[in-house]
């Protein structure tokens, strides 16, 4: 059974056009109600979305959606995703809903499920909702005195900010640290600056002020300009970036220099394989992580696991194999003993956490490698149903070859077809930059050349 609404990260698209419509919304929550409510008479779900204009439209149709199959919805408004993830296995819920397109602009909008035990569903669930979707959703529709009702869940934040502190020992504050917080005018606008705070940091607050359109806009992990000026306008310690729906983290230190998720990841195992803490022997990232990590993480006894790119992929790895951390380059962290998926305000607070206890300043703390030269190019193409991707070309593989034999064994080629946007990535590494440079180039030519391309 496949898949061909769900991608990488859930559904996605532009909102108020197909597939990000209310209509898909309230089929996709239909669908999945009746798919994951368990035995008995109670069924519950709790809906969590970040700040975009569409979140309202899309909240409003899923929720329709779970009362119709007879599933009670608890409401809780801007929330991380995390959050959500975590809630739904607080409160026992059938799964939980986050309605965003995380690091994406506002026009865009998205649809992530979790089940009972808050990790994100497998391919072969969300394959089984979209056919429940195409063939009869109608039979499962709840009696007129089964429909369920919805409220809103009032103390969601409260319960998300103590379960966050919690992944600190409570001996450890962040007193004396001046922390630049850039929520993206996302969904952690409330709740990030409010957990710095009662931790004892000095708290910087921007990004926290949305208006429905302005959620990545110029700000946040995927715009980390102003949260590094910021750092340096302020004299702060560090900056801490999050995106849209603050699953993902980068960081800046004192002097206004970005810190990206393979460093992060780098700090964090180091710590934790000092204090024994590290489980697996090793750190799961994907195969975007820079070859750096790999060399770094080798010298001190640990190994690198990678996975297919997409977060989930990671969690499912480190469950199956018995690690406790994991993540990508881009800033997604999955610190398996505190969350079921990447959060990044809890890996902000291990980041902070290592920083107070060394004594130093972050430029000395948190660089640990240098990383090997890597070039990463995205080329958008017309994407027609039925039509075959630049990747299914001649052209194409012969330029991959070609690069991957200029490079030999001192670097690597990854190309692959994004999960969210009609859009080819192109990433090349290695210790030779001008080999890179050109290596990524003659497949950029290759595939901007192919037919569809845009």
């Known amino acids: 059974m496949n898949r061909t609404l769900f991608g990488t990260d859930g559904i996605r698209g532009t909102a108020n056009a197909d597939p990000m419509t209310a ?15 368990h035995d ?77 035990d808050g990790y994100k569903l497998s391919d072969q669930v969300e394959a089984e909702i979209e056919h429940l979707m195409a063939n009869g959703i109608e039979s499962h529709w709840a009696a007129p005195d089964r429909i369920g009702r919805a409220r809103r869940l009032e103390d969601a934040g409260g319960r998300y900010i103590e379960s966050v502190k919690g992944s600190l020992p409570r001996s450890l504050r962040l007193d004396g640290l001046k922390v630049v917080i850039d929520c ?31 959620i990545n806009d110029g700000c946040g992990a995927v715009a980390t300009d102003a949260m590094c000026q910021a750092v340096v306008e302020h004299g702060a310690d560090v900056g801490c970036a999050l995106d849209g729906d603050a699953d993902r983290l980068i960081v800046a230190d004192e002097t206004g220099h970005r810190v990206d998720g393979d460093q992060l990841m780098a700090l964090i195992a180091t710590d934790q394989y000092a204090k024994d803490r590290l489980a697996g022997g090793g750190v799961v990232a994907t195969v975007m992580s820079n070859l750096g990590l790999e060399r770094y993480l080798a010298g001190i006894g640990l190994h690198l696991r990678r996975t297919a790119v997409g977060d989930r992929y990671v969690v499912e790895t480190m469950l199956a194999e018995g690690y406790n951390l994991g993540g990508e380059q881009s800033g997604h962290i ?87 946007e009609p859009l080819i990535r192109v990433m090349g590494e290695g210790d030779d930059k001008a080999k890179v440079d050109a290596a990524v180039d003659l497949i950029v030519d290759a595939v901007t050349r192919t037919a569809g391309a845009a």
């Open 184 to 214: 993206a005018h996302g969904a952690a606008y409330r709740v990030a600056p409010r957990v710095l705070w009662e931790l004892g940091a000095e708290v910087v607050e921007i990004g926290t002020r949305p208006n429905g359109v302005n």
């Open 40 to 116: 008995g008479d109670h069924h519950t779900v709790v809906i969590g979305k970040d700040t975009r204009l569409s979140g309202y439209m899309l909240e409003n149709a899923m929720t329709a959606g779970f009362l119709a199959v007879g599933m009670d919805v608890f409401l809780v408004g801007p929330m991380p995703t995390p959050a959500v993830a975590m809630l739904t296995r607080s409160l026992r819920a059938d799964l939980g809903v986050v309605i965003s397109a995380s690091h994406n602009p506002y026009q865009d909008n998205g649809i992530k499920l979790f089940g009972p």
């Open 23 to 37: 209509e898909v919304a309230l089929r996709v929550a239909m669908a999945a109600g009746a798919k994951l409510r």
């Open 334 to 420: 999955i610190l398996s003993d505190h969350a079921t998926t990447g959060d990044g305000l809890v890996a902000a607070l291990q980041v902070l956490a290592v920083l107070k206890q060394a004594g130093g300043p972050a430029s000395e703390v948190f660089r640990l490698f240098q990383p090997v030269p890597q070039v990463l190019r995205n080329v958008r193409y017309a994407s027609r149903p039925g039509q075959p991707t630049p990747l299914d070309t001649a052209a194409v593989g012969d330029a991959v070859a070609a690069a991957e034999a200029d490079l030999g064994e001192s670097g690597r080629i990854l190309i692959r077809k994004s999960g969210t």
